[in-house]
């Protein structure tokens, strides 16, 4: 009887699963399911009106993708449900939400539905910003030494920031939570009725740490008094190590999803961590870029440095014996799609052919530098190496000549630049990177962006070989939690997938695209750093709104 | 017999002609003819294909205005030739071309109509620029005190460099032309038959000044030696004062346009110059702003000062008697142009109705500081105050909630920004500016435009009365011509128009743009002066292309 695992990856705006043969490594099936209530940031289900820069979603639609995606492979493929030895998932982080001591979403209970903060916070809500500022300026002046391990700054995406929000703004959910978890934590809770909190997005969004646990109470009071007992009460303290067995799909799991009682349930993962074994990633030196609506970098090195920006070092975050760091970029799909929404004539488009596609064919017939434009890619702020979500984007260069296609590709090689900034800075900081990978419905689509990737950091790039990288990451996590492979390394030889064909640096395009990045350098700290013209206009605009 | 005037006025993409009646002020017949040829940008007719930030026109185009716009306005208001007592014309400046001795263009010529230097330089012609730069700095070099009249710097879209360029890059048509001609000057030889130099266009744009002449030789030689001679040579040096009688309608022009030989014709004016009597500005303190695909400011002083940036300082330039003080922003409507035909969705666009009158009503709604954006209005170069062709625009505070009715209004925030700019380095130069006035299509139509600049620039606009401003303004001139008043001031009196409601300053708007203005003066000077990112990106695309 052949044997199979199930990994299933939840996006910004979807579930999907992967069911992988784990003789052959063959992506038997796959399954996608749209979230039916998508991001919500204008409004909730029942009409009120949300504040900006909240992203919320529905946890319903989540047990929604379960029910749908998993029955949908195992028919797709006609295997039996006993022939599944393990189940894996991953999730976009920091995605969080406030539940009941039985794992209940609050905002399922009648009462609340009308709160925002009973919902799920996306990775996206910023909305968190003014604490999260407040967390580093208190941090720093407490001398707390994590500070340093998330490049000096903490996120206004993460855990920590999120709840404080909650306090914050309603009181009411912040007391009658008795937990805060994250939503990859959450799922497993549902699928196997046991509480965990996983190494990989406590270590990397909630400041934890494997040798000094949670920042202390002293810091928590100092934020506020309230919050001084939180971690160990309405914060699991109890962190399971990344590769580790979670438990067994329930009775309530069985039945929503048509997999057998006492399946093996591997740990949540967060879904850019989980894509390195997909790859082959299981050593140091090299990184691993997923590009989607955001970019997160991920690179292991062999001890635990300092940079700039990163977003979290976490030692075995990603694999066992290794540091895992991660940075990122919070625009990019996103970039591309706002453009396209917002920018582009009638007369560019043509019926039935995606205009991202016919504007991509416009701007590869362009040359680097040809266009005179250059972008900083800030939309939707900056996460590595400035960590700042009140950042805003830039563009310069144009005349009454510039054309909607080179500005399209301006904002792909503004994305380019802000990879190459993270690359040199964790160089520069002593984590060498010798090879670069990029997975991501992007890296594997956008043949003109990926050459660009190349000729801007100067350096081949291999692409993932499975379209559903995170899956199938988490399929192999659910394969090792079912004691199929010795460890992840053994699995990664049978199951992990890249292209036989990678991208490679043109000489003279690496020439023109080095001395742009110095001016996107220059004007990156400019931006960042000098002139702070963007937080004050941010500042008006809310004080206008 | 009722006595009626006539002023034509060629623009950008037009000439357009106005019918006056002399006693009511009247318009009684007005009649457009578009260029045929329109803006040869990317090729000539010959299908020649044409440098980068070429901007030519073919002069066969201004004959045709003539022969058209004219008959049609005699028909049209049913008047006969005879009533007509003078003829004013104005043009955009500096619009030069090269003729033979008897006025022929040498575009005209078989022999040369494949040459693009040929033919005429719109003002708009942008690649002179390295000439430009090269005029400047002999010039400082040397210690040539006209410079500081131009505010430091001359302008690529003048005429010593236009010639310049025409010697550097094609010396057969250097050597073939007899003469260099402002096209104002060029028309008023074709009615007249006589050549003029006008004050106005020799003071402006090609460094004449009244007591000290043109530059003198030594500096000319300095540029190029084959330069030494070119005044009183290749450049009329015998300079007519603003508001004399140019001549009289010759055979050819009576055969043209249908009006009686003898007919007194006006110097030739500019049509920015033109447009202050048009709305009774015939003393100091009063500025008249013409907004059109680029705007030009214009306001008379008591005394001759220096003002960065300002493009020059004319006596007598506009009104006997006064310094006129010019200073402009070189991209102004067609910033909102390039926006619409390069930048709006489909969605946005409505069968029947104009895309501006859509964006507009969107904009429309939005408060001052509402959208976090800013712009700089530079993607047409800068005129004043920095006087430098090599920039571009620069636009920040884009995030992934940015609407193309926000990016639209902050184009017009950065063009009213622009103003505030130049108003203000006037006045700190001591060149009071008490009243400010608006002329030209745009400010005619556009209310939302109009708010923003009283909001922006803290002042009352009023908005000139005719629809054709600088015509009008060249009837007036035509009519003093034909000796209908004593002079300027009388015929004002009657002539001028402004609209019964103006534009106030709203307390609360005034409030906020200074805030934002602030941050617009930083980058202004930053971009301007400090980091020339934009230049050097220029460079490169000028390198790869």
Partial sequence: MK???????????????????????????????????????TELPTGEKLPLDF???????????????IPDILRKSQIQAEQVIGVGIDFTSCTMLPVLKDGTPLCFLGQYKNRPHSYVKLWKHHAAQKEAEKINEIAEKMGEKWLSRYGGKISSE???????????EDEVIYNNADRFVEATDWIIWQLTGRETHAACSAGYKAIWHKKDGYPN??????LDTRME???????????????EKAGEINQFAAELTGLKEGTAVAVGNVDAHVALPAVGIVDSGKMLMIIGTSTCHIVMGDEEREVPGKCGVVEDGVVKGYFGYEAGQSCVGDHFDWF???????????????????????AKKLKPGESGLLALDFWNGNRSVLVDANLSGMMLGMTLQTKPEEIYRVLIEATAYGTKIIIDTFEENGIPINELYAAGGIAEKDELMMQIYADVTNREIKISGSPQTPALGSAM?????????????????????VRDVSYKPIAEN????????EEYKTLYYYFGKENNVMKRLKGIKEDVR
Same sequence: chains 1, 2.
């Fill in 55 to 69: 992203a919320l979603q529905h946890p319903r639609d989540y047990l929604d993708v379960l029910s749908y995606v």
């Fill in 340 to 362: 396209v929404k917002n920018c582009v004539p009638a007369d560019y488009r043509s019926e039935g052919i995606s205009i991202h596609k016919i504007l991509r064919e416009k």
């Fill in 3 to 41: 044997r199979y695992s199930i990994g299933v990856d939840f996006g910004s705006l979807s579930g999907r699963a992967v069911l992988v043969d784990l003789d052959t490594g063959i992506e038997a099936a796959t399954s996608v399911f749209e979230y039916p209530h998508k991001i919500m940031d």
């Fill in 229 to 243: 007992n939180i971690i160990g009460t309405k914060i699991s303290a109890e962190i399971i190590p990344m590769g």
């Fill in 510 to 517: 690496v020439k023109i695209y080095q001395k742009i990045y």
């Fill in 158 to 168: 993460w855990f920590i920031p999120k709840i404080w929000q909650i306090l914050n």
């Fill in 477 to 497: 996590f659910g394969a090792v939690a079912g004691g199929y492979f010795a460890d992840l390394a053994q699995c990664a030889k049978v199951l992990s997938k």
């Fill in 217 to 222: 109470k002293k810091f928590f009071k100092a």
